[in-house]
């Protein structure tokens, strides 16, 4: 969870942030961008952020029943055709 000081992720560029209470959410892809203080949708200060490193993927769901899931995993690479006519 953010304590409102900007985190360093080494050479990560792409950063997903949740807010806890309202759950907006967005994926940044500059650092500099990230509303470390405060949701931009209720204000509160409840920010989650998670790196996602370059070889990872991941998905975002969100229910009233079960609330927000997120699944992260490892990107599959792209099909190159073998086996393929």
């Known amino acids: 969870m953010s304590t409102g000081d900007p985190k360093k992720y080494g050479s990560v560029d792409v950063i997903f942030v949740l807010c806890e ?50 699944e992260f995993g490892i990107r599959k690479g792209k099909d190159k055709g073998k086996g393929r006519q």
């Open 21 to 70: 209470i309202c759950h907006w959410c967005a994926t940044y892809f500059d650092k500099s961008r990230i509303p470390y203080n405060r949701c931009p949708i209720c204000k509160s200060t409840a920010l989650s952020t998670f790196p996602i490193l370059p070889n990872e993927e991941f998905t975002f769901d969100f229910d009233e029943k079960h609330g927000v899931e997120l």
